[in-house]
C-alpha cells in the first residue's frame, strides 16, 4: 500500500542552523509529493510541493527535490528561525478522480534563540 | 475570502451522543475531505467528496456520516459518540485541477 515515513521528533535546533528532515514513501504509481506544516493551535498549510520526479518544491526558504530512485523528498532549510517552530508533515497523493492523501505522522521543529 | 471554516472549534460530548461538526468553504472548491489527526498518526482520512451529492469512505469511516448537499458545505456527523473518536478534526478542500489542501482551523472533540 502507500505510505509515509518520516524522521521521528522531536527536532531542537538553534536559530540559523541547517535543517533537515527525512521523508521516504511507498506508493503504486507515480505520486505527487507534498509538505505541510502546522503551527500551533492551526490548521495544516500546504508549504511545498513536487509532482514528478527531479521536481523541486520550494517556498519560504524550504526547498525538498522528488528522488525517485531513493523514493525521498527530504525537506531541508539553510537557517532557520524560531517562527520556523511548528509540525511538518510529509504527504503523498496517488489517484486518478480523486486524490487521496496519505500523511506521515509528522516532525515537530522547535528553534531555539 | 474566509477559506474553510470549522465550528465548532471545541466540544465535549458523552459517550452516546450524536453531533454534527460543520464546515464550510467560500472557493468554490470541488474537493472536500474530513481527516482526523491522532498523535503520532498523522492525518488519517475519515470521508471524501468530489462535488455536491457525490460522497465515499476513506481510511477510517466506521462511525461517522457525511453529506455534500451543495458545493460550499460538507458536515460530518458522528451517529453514537464512542471515547475513541476523542481527536481533532480537520477538514479540507481544493479545486480541481490544483495540487495542496485548504485546511480549516480544525475541532477539538472530547468524547467522556
Known amino acids: 500500500g502507500n505510505s509515509v515515513t518520516q524522521m521521528e521528533g522531536p527536532v531542537t535546533l538553534s536559530e540559523e542552523a541547517f535543517l533537515t528532515i527525512n521523508c521516504t514513501y511507498t506508493a503504486t504509481g507515480y505520486p505527487s509529493l507534498f509538505w505541510y506544516v502546522q503551527y500551533p493551535g492551526e490548521g495544516l498549510q500546504l508549504l511545498l510541493k513536487?509532482?514528478?520526479?527531479?521536481d523541486k518544491g520550494s517556498n519560504k526558504g524550504f526547498e525538498a527535490t522528488y528522488r525517485k530512485e531513493t523514493t525521498s523528498f527530504h525537506l531541508e532549510k539553510g537557517s532557520v528561525q524560531v517562527s520556523d517552530s511548528a509540525v511538518y508533515f510529509c504527504a503523498l497523493s496517488v489517484g486518478t478522480s480523486y486524490d487521496k492523501v496519505i500523511f506521515g505522522p509528522g516532525t515537530s521543529l522547535s528553534v531555539i534563540p | 475570502n474566509a477559506g474553510v471554516t470549522q465550528t465548532p472549534k471545541f466540544q465535549v460530548l458523552k459517550t452516546g451522543q450524536s453531533m454534527t461538526l460543520q464546515c464550510a468553504q467560500d472557493?468554490?472548491?470541488?474537493?472536500m475531505s474530513w481527516y482526523r489527526q491522532d498523535p503520532g498518526m498523522g492525518l488519517r482520512l475519515i470521508h471524501y467528496s468530489v462535488g455536491a451529492g457525490i460522497t465515499d469512505q476513506g481510511e477510517v469511516p466506521n462511525g461517522y456520516n457525511v453529506s455534500r448537499s451543495t458545493t460550499e458545505d460538507f458536515p460530518l456527523r458522528l451517529l453514537s459518540a464512542a471515547p475513541s473518536q476523542t481527536s481533532v478534526y480537520f477538514c479540507?478542500?481544493?479545486?480541481?485541477?490544483?495540487?495542496?489542501?485548504?485546511f480549516g482551523s480544525g475541532t477539538r472533540l472530547t468524547v467522556v
Open positions: 513536487a509532482t514528478k520526479a527531479d
Open positions: 472557493m468554490n472548491h470541488e474537493y
Open positions: 479540507a478542500s481544493r479545486k480541481q485541477g490544483i495540487h495542496g489542501y485548504t
